[in-house]
Protein backbone atom coordinates (compact mmCIF):
# COMPACT_ATOMS: atom_id res chain seq x y z
CA UNK A 1 0.00 0.00 0.00
CA UNK A 2 1.21 3.64 -1.08
CA UNK A 3 0.83 6.10 1.78
CA UNK A 4 1.74 9.52 1.46
CA UNK A 5 4.79 10.19 3.65
CA UNK A 6 2.95 12.92 6.14
CA UNK A 7 1.31 13.09 9.85
CA UNK A 8 -1.64 11.05 8.60
CA UNK A 9 0.77 7.91 7.94
CA UNK A 10 0.39 6.31 11.14
CA UNK A 11 -3.68 6.29 10.64
CA UNK A 12 -3.68 4.87 7.44
CA UNK A 13 -1.04 2.06 8.19
CA UNK A 14 -2.96 1.09 11.68
CA UNK A 15 -6.38 1.39 9.13
CA UNK A 16 -4.69 -1.26 6.80
CA UNK A 17 -2.91 -2.96 8.92
CA UNK A 18 -6.56 -4.10 10.88
CA UNK A 19 -8.10 -4.67 7.69
CA UNK A 20 -5.89 -7.27 6.26
CA UNK A 21 -5.58 -8.72 9.89
CA UNK A 22 -9.30 -8.91 10.31
CA UNK A 23 -9.66 -10.15 6.36
CA UNK A 24 -6.66 -13.61 7.04
CA UNK A 25 -8.33 -14.33 10.68
CA UNK A 26 -5.28 -13.31 12.59
CA UNK A 27 -6.67 -11.98 15.70
CA UNK A 28 -3.50 -12.86 17.71
CA UNK A 29 -1.16 -10.99 16.20
CA UNK A 30 -3.83 -7.38 15.44
CA UNK A 31 -2.86 -5.69 18.68
CA UNK A 32 1.00 -6.06 18.03
CA UNK A 33 0.74 -5.67 14.17
CA UNK A 34 -0.79 -2.74 14.20
CA UNK A 35 1.12 -0.92 16.81
CA UNK A 36 4.50 -1.71 14.48
CA UNK A 37 2.75 -0.56 11.59
CA UNK A 38 2.09 2.85 13.19
CA UNK A 39 5.28 3.34 14.85
CA UNK A 40 7.12 2.35 11.57
CA UNK A 41 4.89 4.39 9.28
CA UNK A 42 6.13 7.27 11.99
CA UNK A 43 9.35 6.96 11.52
CA UNK A 44 8.84 6.93 8.16
CA UNK A 45 7.15 9.97 7.81
CA UNK A 46 9.00 11.89 10.26
CA UNK A 47 12.86 10.75 9.42
CA UNK A 48 12.02 8.95 5.95
CA UNK A 49 12.31 11.48 3.97
CA UNK A 50 14.40 12.99 0.85
CA UNK A 51 13.08 15.95 0.49
CA UNK A 52 11.82 18.86 2.67
CA UNK A 53 8.10 18.34 3.71
CA UNK A 54 5.62 19.97 1.25
CA UNK A 55 7.18 17.97 -1.80
CA UNK A 56 5.04 14.53 -2.42
CA UNK A 57 6.74 11.68 -1.19
CA UNK A 58 5.11 8.06 -0.18
CA UNK A 59 6.51 5.66 1.89
CA UNK A 60 5.20 1.91 1.06
CA UNK A 61 3.47 -0.78 3.47
CA UNK A 62 3.53 -4.08 3.12
CA UNK A 63 1.99 -6.75 5.00
CA UNK A 64 2.73 -11.43 4.37
CA UNK A 65 0.78 -13.59 6.05
CA UNK A 66 2.49 -16.91 5.72
CA UNK A 67 -0.28 -19.09 7.87
CA UNK A 68 0.73 -20.50 10.97
CA UNK A 69 4.04 -19.69 10.77
CA UNK A 70 4.58 -15.04 10.40
CA UNK A 71 3.31 -12.14 9.61
CA UNK A 72 6.12 -9.99 7.96
CA UNK A 73 5.67 -5.99 7.68
CA UNK A 74 7.97 -4.10 5.63
CA UNK A 75 8.25 -0.45 5.30
CA UNK A 76 10.03 1.21 2.77
CA UNK A 77 10.86 4.99 2.53
CA UNK A 78 12.74 7.63 0.81
CA UNK A 79 15.88 8.05 3.19
CA UNK A 80 18.89 5.66 3.23
CA UNK A 81 19.56 6.72 6.71
CA UNK A 82 20.08 3.65 8.96
CA UNK A 83 16.68 3.45 11.79
CA UNK A 84 18.58 3.30 15.29
CA UNK A 85 16.88 2.64 18.19
CA UNK A 86 17.40 5.16 21.21
CA UNK A 87 17.92 5.54 24.99
CA UNK A 88 15.29 8.16 25.48
CA UNK A 89 14.38 9.94 28.81
CA UNK A 90 11.37 8.84 30.40
CA UNK A 91 9.89 12.79 30.03
CA UNK A 92 10.82 12.19 26.56
CA UNK A 93 7.82 12.84 23.83
CA UNK A 94 9.03 11.23 21.04
CA UNK A 95 12.03 8.34 20.58
CA UNK A 96 10.89 4.86 21.92
CA UNK A 97 9.38 3.73 18.61
CA UNK A 98 12.02 1.53 17.38
CA UNK A 99 12.48 0.11 20.98
CA UNK A 100 9.06 -0.29 21.25
CA UNK A 101 9.17 -2.34 17.41
CA UNK A 102 12.16 -4.46 18.57
CA UNK A 103 10.71 -5.77 22.05
CA UNK A 104 7.23 -6.63 20.13
CA UNK A 105 8.96 -8.36 17.53
CA UNK A 106 10.25 -11.78 16.70
CA UNK A 107 12.74 -10.35 14.16
CA UNK A 108 13.37 -7.19 12.38
CA UNK A 109 15.91 -5.68 10.37
CA UNK A 110 17.12 -3.31 7.39
CA UNK A 111 18.82 -2.87 4.37
CA UNK A 112 19.03 -0.19 1.55
CA UNK A 113 16.92 -0.57 -1.56
CA UNK A 114 19.07 -1.54 -4.75
CA UNK A 115 18.85 1.93 -6.21
CA UNK A 116 20.17 3.43 -3.70
CA UNK A 117 17.68 5.48 -2.84
CA UNK A 118 15.65 4.59 0.86
CA UNK A 119 15.44 1.67 2.72
CA UNK A 120 12.89 -1.41 3.75
CA UNK A 121 12.64 -2.45 7.31
CA UNK A 122 11.39 -5.56 8.02
CA UNK A 123 9.47 -7.16 10.98
CA UNK A 124 8.84 -10.65 11.52
CA UNK A 125 5.72 -11.45 14.05
CA UNK A 126 5.59 -15.21 14.94
CA UNK A 127 2.00 -16.48 15.88
CA UNK A 128 1.29 -17.54 19.77
CA UNK A 129 1.62 -21.14 19.78
CA UNK A 130 -1.99 -23.41 19.88
CA UNK A 131 -3.32 -23.25 23.38
CA UNK A 132 -3.56 -26.89 24.89
CA UNK A 133 -6.59 -26.52 26.13
CA UNK A 134 -7.71 -29.89 27.64
Aim: charged letters at 25%.
Amino acid sequence: MEIPSDMRAAGAARRFAAAKLYEWGCADLEDDAVLICSELATNAAVHGRAQTEGHNEHIRLDLTWRPGNALIIQVEDNSSAQPTPRDSAPSAESGRGLGLVASLADQWSCWLNRDGRGKRVQVCLRPPPPSMAG
